[in-house]
Every structure is written in structure tokens, then in C-alpha cells.
């Protein structure tokens, strides 16, 4: 249980468009889905917290216009990375929260990311 | 700020014991996990502490002291597939989501 993935797994796209990523959550439901960003060999740093139905909170530093982001419903979250520039390649990973499994109401349970590479 | 401090690398032989030490600083403490992570893969949930003292899952045990900001994971009868990266993170804020703010991560390498 408590499965979550990621639509593109890779994607590779020119400067200035616009790619979007999907999280799902498969077998629960899940109020609030985060968005991180890892670059190679560091950590991972919280872009965002994405409620359903509401508007994404924004982690100081991260463009809102920029990584725009979508909580359509209990299963679903979209980060879309608008004018793709370079240096916003990077692994972008999303987490589903849910209470009361596994190690307690803290736990995360991840994706399996997106690498996404602007050239 | 938040600020959460791990060594970089540590390497051991397999089936030896390995303790990952995490120290924090943060804004809020609502409780620490400990995630895995191999080469180009999601973060896998090892363990939680929310109280201090020692939780034991397996061949792996998570320790906390709220006290000193001190927190490690500890790996037993290590094997091969144990290298990875682990992270210790904090969850700093409650309320519309648990927020994490994760350490500067622990390479593990196991080695025969």
C-alpha cells in the first residue's frame, strides 16, 4: 500500500516551454501532496505544499508563477515548470501525506520522481 | 533557518553495524524520520521518532534525544543493498500539511 507515482519518469524539453509533471497517489487518498526539488548528490528541498482544493503554499525562494501547481483532487497533484530554462533542470519529487500508517501521521510517502532536463 | 547536519559518507564492511548520526536545528519539532534513498529513486520512509528513545524496525533502529537535537539510525547486519543515501528529516510545522525539512543526506557504502 501507500503507492505514488510520477508521470513523465524523464523528459527532455527546450528552452522556454512549458512541462507539466504529475503525482498520483494510487491507493489512498491524500490531502496534501508536497513538491521537492534534488539536485545530483544533495538534498531534498521542499519547493511546496499542495492542499486539495486549495491554493499551493510556497517555500520562501520558489517562483509561485514559475512552478505552478494544481491539487485537482484527493489522488492528484500537478507541478507544471513554466519557460523551461536550463537551470531548472533537476529531479523534481512529489510526496503523498496520510495519517495513520506506517511510522505515524509524519510520514511521507514518495514518488519516484521526474528527471527533467532543459536544453 | 532550519539546519539539519549528517556526515557526508560512511563506509562499512557487510554484516557489520553502522549508526548514522543526525543534529538538527529547526524552527519546529514535531518528530524525525529517516528516509532511504538509491541512485535515481525515490525516498523510501525507514522510521519515525516523535518521543525520545529507541524504535526498532527490523534490522533497523532510530534513536532520539529532543534534549540535545540528536537523533541517529542505526543499521544492522548491513548488506550490499543497504548502500544508498539516508536523510534524516524534521517535520517543523503542523497544519495544512506536515512539512519536512530534510539533512544533508549520509552516502552508505557497504563493501564486502
Known amino acids: 500500500g501507500a503507492v505514488v507515482s510520477q508521470h513523465p519518469s524523464r523528459v527532455i524539453c527546450k528552452s522556454g516551454t512549458s512541462v507539466k509533471i504529475e503525482c498520483r497517489s494510487l491507493d489512498f487518498q491524500a490531502t496534501t501532496m508536497f513538491w521537492y526539488r534534488q539536485f545530483p548528490k544533495k538534498s531534498l528541498m521542499l519547493m511546496a505544499t499542495?492542499?486539495?482544493?486549495?491554493?499551493?503554499?510556497?517555500e520562501q525562494g520558489v517562483e509561485k508563477d514559475k512552478f505552478l501547481i494544481n491539487h485537482a483532487s484527493l489522488t492528484l497533484s500537478t507541478l507544471t515548470v513554466t519557460s523551461a530554462h536550463p537551470e531548472d533542470s533537476s529531479f523534481y519529487i512529489c510526496s503523498a501525506a496520510t495519517s495513520g500508517r506506517g511510522g505515524g501521521t509524519d510520514t511521507q510517502y514518495f514518488g519516484p520522481g521526474t528527471r527533467l532536463t532543459v536544453l | 533557518g532550519q539546519s539539519l547536519e549528517q556526515p557526508s559518507e560512511v563506509t562499512a564492511v557487510e554484516g557489520a553495524i553502522v549508526q548514522i548520526n543526525c543534529t538538527y536545528q529547526?524552527?519546529?519539532?514535531?518528530?524525525l524520520s529517516w528516509y532511504q534513498q538509491h541512485d535515481g529513486g525515490a525516498p523510501t520512509f525507514l522510521s519515525y521518532n516523535a518521543l525520545d528513545g529507541l524504535e526498532e524496525t527490523g534490522r533497523f533502529s532510530s534513536f532520539l534525544s529532543r534534549s540535545d537535537s540528536y537523533g541517529y539510525l542505526l543499521l544492522q547486519e548491513l548488506q550490499m543493498k543497504d548502500s544508498a543515501s539516508y536523510f534524516c528529516a524534521v517535520t517543523f510545522e503542523k497544519g495544512g500539511g506536515n512539512k519536512l525539512t530534510f539533512g544533508t543526506g549520509t552516502q552508505l557504502k557497504v563493501e564486502l
Open positions: 529547526t524552527s519546529g519539532f514535531y518528530g
Open positions: 499542495s492542499n486539495e482544493g486549495s491554493k499551493a503554499t510556497y
